[in-house]
């Protein structure tokens, strides 16, 4: 199952705050597949939609994710980093 840095639920639970929905989260999707993996999809959601996999923390960050996405974040870790201009950016990584 996907884990989540405490930063990523952080980033998570800031960013659907400021949708302004108590139910939005962060969802990922497959949108393309190839052999040597997926490129997936980010959006914020307010709502998971019907068959997704939902993650959630004590913090309240949620996270959708779709069926097909799932399985490819099935032993991974969501991070967020921040680059020298300020700006936030998720990343997947392998689960140590």
Request: zero cysteines.
């Given at each position: 199952m996907?884990?989540?840095?405490?930063?990523?639920?952080?980033?998570?639970?800031?960013?659907?705050?400021q949708?302004?929905?108590?139910?939005?989260?962060?969802?990922f999707?497959?949108r393309?597949?190839?052999?040597?993996?997926?490129?997936?999809?980010?959006?914020i959601?307010?709502a998971?939609?019907?068959?997704?996999?939902?993650?959630?923390?004590?913090?309240g960050a949620?996270?959708?994710?779709?069926?097909?996405a799932?399985?490819f974040?099935?032993?991974k870790?969501?991070?967020?980093?921040?680059?020298?201009?300020?700006?936030?950016?998720?990343?997947?990584m392998?689960?140590?």
């Amino acid at each position: 199952m996907l884990a989540m840095t405490d930063a990523a639920a952080e980033a998570i639970s800031v960013l659907t705050a400021q949708n302004g929905q108590d139910a939005a989260g962060l969802r990922f999707a497959v949108r393309e597949e190839t052999e040597a993996g997926a490129q997936l999809a980010l959006s914020i959601a307010p709502a998971p939609e019907e068959g997704d996999q939902v993650l959630g923390t004590d913090s309240g960050a949620r996270v959708f994710l779709e069926p097909q996405a799932a399985m490819f974040l099935d032993d991974k870790v969501l991070d967020v980093q921040q680059d020298d201009d300020g700006q936030l950016s998720f990343a997947v990584m392998e689960q140590p």
